[in-house]
């Protein structure tokens, strides 16, 4: 199969804060990214990224973690984060901060469900960079407040598509990366 388009789960590695139904929604972004013929990109954490990345295993996709760390050795010892769930991993070495950036800019749209101030962050690149990106309304955190946020830029930058289903999010993700590549 080739893969058309990467897409970036951005989310809380912590979800306390989240949707009680966060893990089941994360897996089915995960599994709905695979039906489209997409690549998984997440911050290789736990949490959302990591449900997601479950979700895309469970279907045999792909997924891509990009770490803040130097090595699988300090990706596992010093962050503490899982490796199990990934395909490929691409160790950084540029901390939180950094990690985002790469992750972000090689993605081809990016998913915000849930969050905290890392997702604020993955948000904010892409919005910059004006790539597309899909916010799961309802998850909690970050993404119920980004629609609030963006009424203040002076600039609009990236598209923001909406949605509180995760599979519909996904599609109208993929359909606008479709016809904005005509």
């Known amino acids: 199969m080739k893969y058309k388009y990467k897409i970036a789960v951005s989310g809380a590695a912590e979800?306390?804060?989240?949707?009680?139904?966060?893990?089941?929604?994360?897996?089915?972004?995960?599994?709905?990214?695979?039906?489209?013929?997409?690549?998984?990109?997440?911050?290789?954490?736990?949490?959302?990224?990591?449900?997601?990345?479950?979700?895309?295993?469970?279907?045999?996709?792909?997924?891509?973690?990009?770490?803040?760390?130097?090595?699988?050795?300090?990706?596992?010892?010093?962050?503490?984060?899982?490796?199990?769930?990934?395909?490929?991993?691409?160790?950084?070495?540029?901390d939180y901060s950094g990690r985002n950036l790469l992750m972000t800019r090689a993605a081809d749209a990016v998913i915000v469900a849930c969050g905290r101030m890392g997702?604020?962050?993955?948000?904010?690149?892409?919005?910059?960079?004006?790539?597309?990106?899909g916010v799961l309304?309802?998850?909690?955190?970050?993404?119920?407040?980004i629609k609030d946020l963006t009424k203040r830029p002076h600039k609009k930058r990236g598209e923001i598509i909406y949605d509180s289903d995760p599979k519909r999010l996904v599609q109208k993700l993929v359909k606008y990366l479709k016809q904005r590549s005509k």
């Open 15 to 94: 979800t306390g804060h989240c949707s009680g139904n966060i893990e089941n929604i994360s897996r089915e972004l995960g599994k709905e990214i695979v039906k489209q013929g997409c690549v998984l990109i997440t911050g290789a954490t736990t949490g959302v990224p990591y449900y997601a990345a479950q979700g895309t295993n469970k279907l045999g996709g792909i997924s891509i973690g990009f770490s803040p760390a130097t090595s699988e050795l300090e990706h596992k010892k010093v962050y503490k984060l899982p490796t199990d769930e990934f395909d490929v991993m691409v160790y950084t070495g540029f």
């Open 137 to 145: 309304i309802g998850s909690g955190g970050t993404a119920d407040l």
């Open 119 to 133: 997702t604020l962050n993955e948000f904010t690149i892409a919005y910059e960079d004006r790539k597309p990106v």
